[in-house]
């Protein structure tokens, strides 16, 4: 072998290379991908709430181990690391909800079933993605009771409603509901003015989307521009909201709350 002279950049990378080897299971790893997170908040936190925050949350931590949050999931518990994120079968949370060792079986009663072990084995392989954010506090309020200020009756949803007289506009094609002057009174003092009054197929095509989330059909279009009643907009209105898709619609802003 050919000495290579210590003072040499080579010997230097040399030895920098035995002092530090590159291992590609200790690169930084990806930020999760939405699909990821998506998987993980779908199928993954679901279960882990359902199976293992009563021993392993904010009230109690076995073994010094919680999996209520990003930190502590990576952390691990008392025995060290439960994850080799893109190993399951190096993760000691997949050996413990597999019960392939009898001394390390998790949960301890009710054991998962096959296509449970599937999903949180599928989510070591994807890397662990966990969202990033702090673990809740597990601090015991002193009381339940809830002590409302002088300063909290102040807020205006608990201030009794008055009646208000809607400004005067400059515009009398505004005055034709007094919510609308009041719009208009608002975009005057910033020196706004209105946008053009959209026609019948656009107001239809918005009224559909906001209340249903989909696009009239061209039948549905057809009768409300050719409506000649003065009310067809407030029958329009009406329809809207007393159909099943209005209720669809509305549910979609909660049902991520509920974890559907």
Known sequence: MRHVPPSSPAFLLI??????????????????????????ENQVRPLLADNCFSCHGEKKQKGGLRLDSADAVYKGGKDGPILSPGHPEQSKIITAV?????D????????????????LTKWV??????????IASSTPRKSKKRIITDA????????????????????????????????FAKLAAE???????????????????DLWGLPPT???????????????????IDKLLASP??????????LDVVRY
Not at 105 to 119: S, T
Not at 196 to 206: F, I, M, Q
Not at 245 to 254: I, K, L, Q, S, V
């Open 152 to 183: 909290d009756r102040t807020f205006w949803s608990f201030q009794p409603p008055k009646a208000v007289t809607p400004p005067q506009v400059a515009d009398v094609a505004w005055d034709k509901n007094p919510v609308d002057r009041f719009v």
């Open 15 to 40: 030895a920098l290379l035995a002092v530090c080897p590159a291992r590609a299971d200790q690169a930084a790893a990806a930020p999760p991908t939405p699909a990821q997170l998506q998987f993980f």
């Open 218 to 236: 061209p039948e549905e279009l057809d009768a409300f521009v050719n409506d000649p009643s003065p009310a067809a907009w407030e029958h329009l």
């Open 98 to 102: 597999a019960y392939t060792d009898k």
């Open 125 to 134: 392989s994807l890397g662990a993605p966990y969202p990033a954010g702090p």
């Open 245 to 254: 898709c209005y209720g669809e619609r509305m549910a979609t802003h909660w």
């Open 104 to 119: 390390l079986q998790m949960p301890p009663e009710d054991r998962l079933n096959p296509d449970q072990v599937a999903i």
């Open 191 to 209: 020196g706004l003015t209105p946008a053009p009054e959209a026609d019948r197929a656009t107001l239809a095509r918005r009224a559909y989307f």
